[in-house]
Nanobody
Framework: QVQLVESGGGLVQAGGSLRLSCAAS????????MGWYRQAPGKQRQLVAT???????NYADSVKGRFTISRDNAKNTVYLQMNSLKPEDTAVYYC??????????????WGRGTQVTVSS
């Protein structure tokens, strides 16, 4: 099993910055990808950014140029640096670890989420 613990959420004014962290523990095997998803009230969970164990990154168009994802493989931790925050970034942010198990198969693990609120 894999456990994911997020930290770093909070309340910030528009234009401000926050840094989210997610520490993974348990049966973490490569290859894998770690990432962040978010869910605003009344909306579906959506991808924010992902990073593979080989450091390939992918971002949602809405956060490109403002958010940066990174990971420390030695610490099994993924980070999300969020700059120039907007009110529409307000959501619960969930950490994800996708463990690839062969072919097109994978297993997803999720953290409990951390609230990010951006005031206008």
């Amino acid at each position: 099993q894999v456990q994911l613990v997020e930290s770093g959420g909070g309340l910030v004014q528009a234009g401000g910055s926050l840094r989210l962290s997610c520490a993974a523990s348990g049966s973490i095997l490569s290859p894998n990808a770690m990432g962040w998803y978010r869910q605003a009230p009344g909306k579906q969970r959506q991808l924010v950014a992902t990073i593979t164990s080989g450091d390939s990154t992918n971002y949602a168009d809405s956060v490109k140029g403002r958010f940066t994802i990174s990971r420390d493989n030695a610490k099994n931790t993924v980070y999300l640096q969020m700059n120039s925050l907007k009110p529409e970034d307000t959501a619960v942010y969930y950490c994800n670890l996708r463990r690839f198990t062969g072919g097109s198969f994978y297993t997803d693990y999720w953290g409990r989420g951390t609230q990010v609120t951006v005031s206008s």
